[in-house]
Every structure is written in structure tokens, then in C-alpha cells.
């Protein structure tokens, strides 16, 4: 098995090299679990890696971020806001219904109808995305108490009747719609760095998302995109929310300590002047804000 990994990553790094000789690729040992390797051109160590253990999403999502062209327009951007948004009022119902005692119905706006309109909301969003998101799943539910109660396992609940904790009367089992916590994780924010690592491979980069890299100090980063070409590194950040002068700071710590040969920030949002001041005097690190197109967008990483 490590041999047959071993040979997937030289043929990696060979395709990676163009020019350069790699004079060496080190794996970690067969008990160590974590796959650790060196990048190394002309015979100096330029990087240290690691591999994450566990790859932070699906296929499915992977593709759908590689192949939509629109992902980082202001309406796809608010679809994002939105989609999250609805999830954590579903999720979070389901989460506060488990430790009250009851809740009175409201004739007009029962919890049930809550959900539904909810994932409906979200469904609406799905189909503008092209993509189905949502996971069904089943809660226990005392129609007593008008509230959600945590059965544990499912196949214990549909066998024998649990009784609400709080009143005795039977849960039964309802069903209800959310995204995975993979899938939640993807749409906050993981889909930008995926998106972003696709585009540079279009322009001829060598992309690693999915690993840690370690600095001169011998500490070890969690970054978005390593990138290589032509003997060249590039360290990547990709960011969706705001954007500030903490978040740049912690990205020019890791620049400076992995020494790629160049940098970039790219964010979604807009950036103060005062922060940009700051990105510019870095040598080598480029600020990318404020994306809202692909064309901006590619014709900005064609630059890099
Ligand atoms: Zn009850």
C-alpha cells in the first residue's frame, strides 16, 4: 500500500517539477498515519507537508464548485447567507425543542409548518444552485409537548416507544430536512478555496488543498491552497466573510515563516484602505478583494 503511494506521489511531483529535479520525496514511515512529505527543488528543502487525515467534503459538492462559473457573484453570495441561515433556524428549533419541558402551539405558525417553510426556503435556493443539498433525516417528537425530543438510536426508537422524558406520552419519529454538517462546513466557506484552487489549475498551477505546512520555526500552518509552477510556490488564502486587519495579519505570520515565493489573499468582500496599505507593503503578496466575477476574478489569478 505505501508503495503503491509512494508512486502515485513521484508521479505527482513529477508532474509538479518541470524543470527542477526533485532529488528527494520523503514519506512518513508506515506506522505513522499521517502522511508527511518534502517539496524539494535543486536539492534544498522547500516545503514540508502534510496531508490532512480526513478530506473536509464529498465528491459531489467538489465537482459542483470545480464546475459552476458563478459562485462568487453577489446572488450566489447572498444564496450562501441564505442557505446557512435557514439551516440554523432549523437546526438550532431542533436543538432548543430537546430541553424544554412543552411549548403551546400557535394556531397559525405550528414548529412542524416552522420547518417545512424553512427547508422549503432552502429548496428554492437548491434548485438555483443546481445541486440537492439537503439531508432527511428523523426526530423523535411528543405531540404533547409540541417539541422535538433526541431519541439516540433510530432503530431502537422504531421498535420500542420511547416515552417523553417530560409528560410519558409516546415519541414517534418525524421527519426533517438539513444540510450535513460536511455540507454546512462546504457552503460556509470551504467551497471558495476549492473554487479558487480549480482556477489555478486551469492557469497551469499545481494545486494541494487539505494540508499543513511547516514554517522555519518547525510550527505547523493550516492553509488553504499551496500552488506550484515553474519551480514557483504560491501560498494562498481564500476568505468569504468580512475581512479584516487580524485575518491578514495571521496570513502575512504564515507567509513569512513558509517562505513560498509569492502570496495572495483573496477575499469576497471588499477590504479598508488602511488594510490594503498594509497587504501592499509585503513583498510578494498580492491582494485580491472584492470578487464578485469569474472574468475579474481569472484575469486577477493570471496576474499572480
Ligand atoms: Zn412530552
Redesign the pocket.
Known amino acids: 500500500m505505501l508503495k503503491k503511494n509512494w508512486k502515485l506521489e513521484r508521479d505527482y511531483f513529477n508532474k509538479l517539477n518541470r524543470g527542477s529535479e526533485i532529488l528527494e520525496i520523503k514519506l512518513a514511515s508506515k506506522t505513522d498515519k499521517q502522511k508527511t512529505f518534502n517539496l524539494i527543488f535543486n536539492g534544498v528543502t522547500l516545503l514540508r507537508i502534510e496531508r490532512k487525515k480526513i478530506s473536509r467534503t464529498n465528491k459531489k459538492l467538489l465537482e459542483w464548485a470545480h464546475t459552476r462559473g458563478d459562485l462568487v457573484t453577489k446572488k450566489s453570495q447572498n444564496n450562501f447567507r441564505r442557505i446557512l441561515e435557514l439551516n440554523k433556524q432549523i437546526t438550532d428549533e431542533i436543538n432548543s425543542d430537546s430541553s424544554k ?2 411549548q403551546t402551539p400557535d394556531k397559525f405558525d405550528d414548529v412542524l409548518q416552522h420547518l417545512q417553510r424553512r427547508k422549503q426556503g432552502i429548496e428554492e435556493i437548491q434548485q438555483n444552485f443546481k445541486i440537492d443539498f439537503i439531508k432527511k433525516d428523523k426526530i423523535g417528537y ?6 422535538f ?1 433526541q431519541t439516540g438510536d433510530l432503530t431502537a426508537a422504531a421498535t420500542t416507544r420511547i ?7 409516546p ?1 414517534t419519529m418525524r421527519a426533517y430536512h438539513s444540510l450535513p454538517p460536511k455540507t454546512e462546513r462546504f457552503l460556509g466557506g470551504t467551497w471558495f478555496e476549492e473554487y479558487i484552487a480549480k482556477r489555478l489549475h486551469t492557469l497551469g498551477w499545481t494545486t494541494f488543498t487539505d494540508i499543513y505546512v511547516y514554517g522555519n520555526s518547525g510550527a505547523k500552518f493550516e492553509i488553504d491552497i499551496l500552488a506550484a509552477k515553474n519551480g514557483r510556490t504560491l501560498l494562498v488564502e481564500c476568505k468569504t466573510g468580512p475581512t479584516g486587519l487580524t485575518k491578514l495579519s495571521s496570513f502575512i505570520a504564515k507567509f513569512s515563516q513558509i517562505r513560498t515565493t509569492s502570496a495572495a489573499f483573496i477575499t469576497l468582500e471588499k477590504m479598508n484602505e488602511d488594510d490594503q496599505r498594509v497587504a501592499e507593503a509585503i513583498g510578494q503578496l498580492k491582494l485580491i478583494e472584492g470578487v464578485n466575477s469569474e472574468r475579474g476574478l481569472l484575469r486577477r489569478l493570471k496576474q499572480l
Open positions: 419541558p412543552n411528543c405531540g404533547r409537548c409540541n417539541c425530543r416515552p417523553c422524558p417530560f409528560c410519558s406520552s415519541i
